[in-house]
């Protein structure tokens, strides 16, 4: 075997079975191997972006880590973003990035470039260049269990062009995984103490706490013990829906966060970060547990947050208290001209047993959230890292990893743009996928941070860089010419006929829904007044005014 065909062996008998990729020269070898290799599904990105993100939705649905493969130092940095994502959402990715080999780098070619130092912002913890054929398969197997660890990580493996051409590969074994630590008793000591004496306790729960598993626990605990549950902003994956329990979102709005942690004496965190602001703003705090609240943690994100939470349940002795758990509640389907508020109405009206829904619309989504609360059970999915151009990816790597399941992906405009490629993937790969695509023609979520971060004056060339008119995309002729069917709407009526289409035929779809800015106006201009005045009003009046912001 040469290295390419040995370390393929090595992946899919780690039972790593499918490969995103966007391929050049120095790759060739590993796509000649793909042939051998039936149990490897090779999917074409048309971008490196497309490629990264579908990886992370995929090991977000599969559990476990995709291959990406990549084109050296350029491909790794077109890539980035959503691997970034993929590290927020601690999600397992194995990132192959071929190299030239390894007696070309002294040349100083074209493409040469030093391509660790661009893996080590995402793979902080495994970046690694394999010096020899003979080392490939274990250098793969080091990426692979650094990759699927606790906490999921994307591991880069560096694959010099002679290393893959290279004869007297040797396929080797992942070792089985280990068992993860629960919570130590004195964690368990400490959430029971607080438990016990706080008046007002919180549990905030992340990662693969918003599993079924650990909801169904902490839902124990809340009805046994009065604690609130709260859910991080930016879930990787939260089981929602009709027969699950309900967390709370932490806001999106630094303010809001504060409205909602005023009372709070104990916050116990399972698999999250105590909530800090999403940016900075003049004056106002990046940490946003008020001085009055002590955090503890049951699970931290190497420990397994559902048996943590179980040991907790036992302590608590909550075992046979009854959760309480969301019922059925759908909205009506929404009339008249469109916004972005019925477009939310009409897929909470509509939205399919078990489906996986992709929330990457911004501003437009703000409603998404309640609209959906009550629909039969689904995954929610959404931008873990902040950059943007991850729900179209995301969507592709949901729909390989889960293709009985139809996959709704929610995008702003804006957003759409930076990974527009992924319509292609679906298309090419058949995929059961119906993208709604927000068109307010602006990057409307800037214009209210605009506001927000307190700049002196706003002129037109300021405004103009959050522009999206002239020309305005036409997202349906866009999705045609990649191979999607896609229809553009702009009535609510419209709106509900082509999702009816949408959920009666297999996609993938594109709906291209016209709505005006879900935030403009005299609302634009005093939200930030409003948030402002939160911390000085009774706190019963600020959470009213909380839930209409932020429901
Ligand atoms: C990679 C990356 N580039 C730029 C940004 C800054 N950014 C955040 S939201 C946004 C625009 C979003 O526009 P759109 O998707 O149309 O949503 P809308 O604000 O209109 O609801 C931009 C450019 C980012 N977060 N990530
Ligand atoms: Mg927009």
Known sequence: MNGAQALMRTLVDAGIEVCFSNPGTSEMHFVAALDGEPKMRAVLALFEGVATGAADGYAR????????????GVGLGNGMAN??????????VVNIVGDHSLDHVQYNAQLQSDIETVARNVSPNFVRTSQS?????????????AARGLPGQVATLILPADVSWGKGGVPAQVPPQPEHHIASQEQIDAAVAAIKKGKKVAMLLGGRALREPSLMAAAKIAAHSGVKLFHETFPTRLERGVGMPTPEKVAYLAELVGVQLADIDHLILVDSKAPVSFFAYPGKKS????DSCQVHSLATEEQDAAGSLRKLVDALGADNTAPKLQKPNRPSSPKGKLTAEKVCQAVGHYLPENAILIDEAIT???????MTAGCPRHDYITLTGGGIGQGLPNAVGAAIACPDRPVFALIGDGTSMYTIQSLWSMAHEELDVTVVIFNNASYSVLNIELERVGAEKIGEKALSQLDLN?????????AQSMGVHGTRVSTAEEMNKALEYASSQKGPHLIEA???????????????????STPHLP????????????P
């Open 539 to 550: 706190l019963s009046v600020s959470r009213a005014l909380k839930k209409k912001v932020a």
């Open 470 to 478: 002239g020309p305005v995309i036409n997202f349906s002729q866009l």
């Open 83 to 92: 691997l970034h994502n993929a590290r927020k959402g601690k999600v397992p």
């Open 364 to 370: 437009s989504g703000l409603l998404l959230q309640s």
């Open 514 to 532: 016209i709505v005006p800015e879900a935030v403009s106006g005299l609302k634009r201009k005093i939200l930030p007044w409003i948030l402002r």
């Open 287 to 290: 940490y946003l547990v008020p």
């Open 133 to 145: 054929t003979a080392e490939l398969c274990n250098d793969t197997v080091d990426a692979i269990v």
């Open 61 to 72: 649905m599969a559990d476990k880590p995709a291959a990406v493969l990549l084109h050296l």
